[in-house]
């Protein structure tokens, strides 16, 4: 039988509902004949999205601001809720706008690693593939409209969702059926030096899966770093004293400025160190350390890159030593453009990992196996160049905004992270955001040293709300009120401007970025005759803005807006309320295959 006789079969049966007749026809006409197939789990949170529509709202009290008009800085955002709504909010603020997404999502190992509809799936689940698999489809799916035409996504996994989570990104990512084409980057394989013991074999990595939303428009990967590995040396040559000195696990050293360390290349990845100069950042009181030019064939250096080249340690070519619990050195150096392996250089244990957050907080137990930072920037020092926006929706300890903020320290830029995560367990309020806290204003570690914040940089704390989503007249003037965070945020305009109109912030609000970009909200008001009159004054005085000002105000539709605006046409957008966001949220339910047939309808019946 071929599939017009079957829907023509399920047409003719009795006793459907419309509802069951139209589940039928959908399932014969999207069933597969070739790839993943699992029975779709609804979810509790997806449900939610048929009636309701996310906002999100600031934690005010909770905003690290560390410049005079907060804008000088990256803007930083931490979201708490469930990661879900936190998408589909950011599908109107940020769609097609994120250049990298770092993601490491639960496993489902069936050992109390995912939770699904408020309960934990286990090994005994008979759906706990498709569960897993439908809570990740959906994510994903948002996560692609978010990526911008040259974006990267890096995806953590191990051995037991590899193989499902391999082919349903290639049928979420892949839009060719040339695999010259194919959008899947890499698989990169992770050492994390801890032994997980499996059967026959001790499991010692973990996958990290790398697609772009178009391979074709990747940027060429610049200012990556590569790595150099020596064989054991725990001992060279400090000058002053003039002894032999074994240096600790850990101790870094960087080229003194202005001084060049001589290296002669033998083969295609060989670098022998001849001579140099090198100064101790921490670790040993000696002012100098001094490399002779006794460096053996034994002691080459493997590195990620060939050719012959003279280190200078001027601008950005710095050169950092150190040593490795088993007495290695290494070293790390900036260079333009290089090639990295699919098999990640060590980043040290999960221990070590652990011991470091730890730290960060001054006790124990506060995070398991939090992800190494020093691999996430490399990441973003691959994919994510100068302001670059940063995602990770799994967010946990926070690790992905610790390694933005380093690595923006490091390299002057100006990298933006978004973080999102539920507060289960206090995770979000207690762990994430105290993190990053630290990281920004500095710390005291558990060995009673105080370490210096990097205050070059902004954090913003909003939490997930809702409206309700039948277009009532009211629910409509309540998402435009509501929405002023989401346009902040979209606009990335976060400082509100003092004004001497005769205008309340309840009827309209201006905020700025600092350098020139204006946003305007204007709210339902029985008044709004007279602010838009005097919004057009303020608006032709404007001098000092370096693009069109966004004005969002209510309206039913952008053409009746724009008459109101016409005398100042040359100098602003307008944008309608709430229909923009309306748009936005219902592309998303589309990507989502929620069905909101009569939710449209209504609002066609009220439009």
Not at 12 to 41: F, H, I
Not at 333 to 356: D, F, H, N
Not at 502 to 508: E, L, V
Not at 596 to 601: A, E, I, L, S, Y
Request: with cysteine; hydrophobic share 35%; charged share 25%.
């Amino acid at each position: 039988m071929n599939k017009k006789d079957i829907l023509n079969k399920i047409k003719s049966l009795d006793g459907l509902s419309q509802e069951e007749r139209a589940y039928l026809v959908n399932l014969v006409n999207t069933k597969k004949k070739y790839g993943l197939v699992w029975e779709d789990k609804p979810e509790d949170v997806e449900e939610q999205l048929r009636t309701k529509l996310p906002v999100l709202q600031e934690v005010k009290e909770r905003a690290i601001i560390n410049d005079t008009d907060g804008e000088n800085h990256p803007n930083h955002i931490l979201i708490e809720g469930d990661n879900l709504h936190a998408l589909t909010a950011l599908t109107f603020t940020h769609e097609n706008k994120i250049d990298l997404i770092y993601i490491d999502p639960p496993y489902n190992t069936g050992n109390k690693d995912f939770i699904y509809n408020d309960r934990y799936v286990d090994k005994e689940d008979a759906f706990r593939h498709s569960t897993w698999l439908s809570f990740m489809e959906k994510r994903l799916l948002i996560a692609k409209k978010l990526l911008s035409e040259n974006g990267v996504i890096f995806i953590s996994i191990d051995d037991y969702s590899h193989a499902q989570l391999k082919l349903l990104c290639d049928e979420i990512f892949e839009n060719s059926s040339n695999p010259d084409n194919w959008n899947n980057l890499s698989t990169l394989i992770w050492n994390k030096q801890h032994s997980q013991q499996q059967g026959v074999f001790k499991r010692y990595h973990e996958y990290i899966l790398v697609y772009a939303k178009n391979k074709n428009k990747v940027k060429n990967i610049k200012g990556a770093s590569g790595i150099i590995e020596a064989g054991a040396l725990k001992k060279i040559s400090v000058k002053n004293p003039a002894s032999e000195f074994t240096f600790p696990k850990g101790v870094r050293f960087e080229a003194k400025e202005g001084t060049e360390i001589e290296g002669t290349y033998g083969g295609s990845e060989k670098l022998t160190i001849t001579s140099g100069k090198l100064i101790c950042k921490n670790g040993c009181t000696a002012e100098e350390v001094t490399i002779s030019a006794g460096w053996t064939q034994k002691n080459q250096m493997k590195s990620w890159f060939s050719g012959n080249d003279t280190v200078d340690t001027k601008g950005q070519k710095v050169l950092e030593f150190y040593f490795t619990s088993t007495g290695k050195v290494k070293c790390r150096k900036e260079r333009g453009s290089i090639t990295p392996p699919s098999i990640l250089p060590e980043y040290g244990m999960v221990s070590e990992q652990t011991a470091k957050l730890n730290a960060i907080f001054g006790k124990t137990e506060v995070f398991t196996n939090p992800k190494p930072v020093e691999m996430i920037k490399d990441f973003c020092s691959w994919f994510a160049g100068e302001d670059s926006i940063v995602l990770d929706f799994f967010a946990g300890s926070g690790t992905t905004l610790h390694s933005v903020i380093e690595l923006n320290a490091s390299d002057n830029k100006n990298r933006h992270c978004i973080l999102v995560t539920n507060n289960e367990n206090n995770i979000a309020e207690e762990v994430t955001y105290e993190r990053n806290k630290r990281i920004i204003q500095g710390y005291t570690n558990t060995k009673g040293e105080n370490i210096k914040g990097l205050i070059n940089n902004n954090l913003r704390y909003y939490q997930t709300s809702f409206v309700d989503g039948e277009p009532s007249l009211n629910n409509k003037r309540q998402l435009t009120k509501l929405a002023t965070e989401l346009l902040c945020i979209k606009e990335g305009c976060y400082n509100e401007v003092q004004h001497e109109l005769n205008i309340t912030p309840q009827q309209a609000q201006i905020f700025t970025n600092g350098k020139g970009k204006y946003l305007v909200t204007i709210y339902h008001s029985r008044h709004q005759l007279e602010i838009q009159e005097q919004l057009v004054i303020w608006l032709d005085n404007l001098k000092d803005t370096t693009e069109k000002v966004r004005l969002y105000a209510f309206s039913p539709e952008k053409e009746v807006l724009a008459e109101e605006f016409y005398e100042v046409e040359d100098k602003v957008e307008v944008v309608p309320l709430p229909e923009a966001i309306y748009n936005a949220y219902l592309a998303t339910i589309k990507t989502l295959k929620l069905d909101k047939k009569q939710f449209d309808n209504k609002r066609t019946a009220e439009a």
